[in-house]
């Protein structure tokens, strides 16, 4: 019997003997049960971020898998670029002194951008 059902029970037992009046048995049960409301909420969404995570962890190993099938690779040719990588953005920075540069933003298949993965993990 959890917490919550073993105070109500009490409770009850109690209004039974005429220890505790009619307005606070009804105030201790509302609260009881705002009280369950607010835990099954909790409940939910520890269950959705699980869920994720347990997602998450899915496509990091799938990606693993794909990168081990790789490792003795000399090479990227354009079938091992396909089957890795999602996309790549390309993008011009400015260095001072008139001078530009390029920075390249690689999101991997599966796990998106490993900067962002590793952020994530570190939770």
Known sequence: ????????????EDRAKGYVPDNILHTQIKHFSEELETLKKDL?????KTRQ????EGNI?????????????????????????????VYEVPLGDGKRGFE?????????????????TAC
């Open 61 to 89: 190993n799938q990606w693993l898998g794909k990168i081990e099938q790789q490792l003795d690779l000399s090479k990227i040719d354009r079938a091992v670029a396909t089957e890795l990588i999602e996309h790549i953005l």
């Open 1 to 12: 019997m959890d917490t919550n059902e073993a105070a109500t029970k009490m409770l009850f």
């Open 44 to 48: 939910q969404e520890i269950q959705h």
């Open 104 to 120: 390249l933003l690689i999101n991997y298949r599966f796990v998106g951008n490993l900067d962002e993965v590793k952020k994530d």
């Open 53 to 56: 995570k347990r997602s998450a």
